[in-house]
């Protein structure tokens, strides 16, 4: 009798060894993606963004840069304190000032950005409503890294980038990404 409980007790445990085989299996983390795939990503994201935000009007990294060689623009970063202290485009105000002297840009394109541009386009959204033509960077910060624009941190240039959560992290492989 004392023979069949050990067997039963090995073949129990000789159960849970494969059961935690394949589960481990089944666990490990996906391959990481490539900056292409991430691209593609942050396209599908964009579109799902300007689906829901159709009256929002976009303009593209290149039509920014151009605005920026121009003087003809400013960039508002509508981000958390917590992710602008990771990074910011050059020359990026917050939302805050803006919106305490906003007849200090009336000559310029308004451009806000977030991670991807959810939250800049609701915030463009809500400054149209009351009147003021406000742009969101098409892909915000995820695609100006992508395109290869400039970042700066607390210490000047960097390559860090706060992206908001796991489901954005979609920074070009070069760089350090947080959330």
Same mark, same amino acid.
């Given at each position: 009798?004392? *023979?069949?409980?050990?067997? =039963?007790?090995? #073949? ?11 589960? !481990? @299996? ?27 935000? &159709? ?22 970063? @509508?981000? +958390?304190?917590?992710? &602008?202290?990771?990074?910011? @485009?050059?020359? /990026?105000?917050? /939302? +805050? ?6 007849? *200090? ?14 939250? =800049?386009?609701? $915030?463009?959204?809500?400054?149209? #409503? ?7 960077? *098409? !892909? =915000? ?17 960097? &390559? ?5 959560? =796991? ?5 070009? +492989? /070069? $760089?350090?990404?947080?959330?």
């Amino acid at each position: 009798m004392n *023979r069949c409980v050990v067997r =039963s007790r090995r #073949s129990r445990t000789a159960g849970y060894l494969v059961a935690v085989v394949v589960l !481990g @299996i089944g666990c490990s983390a996906p391959p990481p993606r490539t900056d292409e795939e991430k691209v593609a990503r942050i396209q599908e994201m964009v579109a799902a963004v300007e689906d829901q935000f &159709r009256g929002v009007q976009t303009l593209t990294v290149a039509e920014v840069g151009r605005l920026l060689e121009k003087d003809s623009v400013v960039l508002v970063d @509508i981000r +958390e304190d917590r992710e &602008r202290e990771v990074s910011v @485009i050059p020359g /990026a105000i917050t /939302a +805050e000032e803006y919106e305490a002297a906003p007849e *200090r840009y009336a000559d310029v394109a308004v451009v806000a950005y977030c991670t991807i541009g959810h939250r =800049s386009s609701q $915030y463009a959204e809500r400054l149209s #409503s009351e009147g003021r033509r406000v742009f969101n960077l *098409r !892909g =915000s910060i995820l695609s100006w890294a992508h395109a290869g624009g400039p970042l700066v941190g607390p210490d000047g240039p960097t &390559r860090r980038l706060h992206v908001y959560g =796991s489901d954005w992290d979609l920074a070009p +492989e /070069a $760089y350090e990404t947080r959330w």
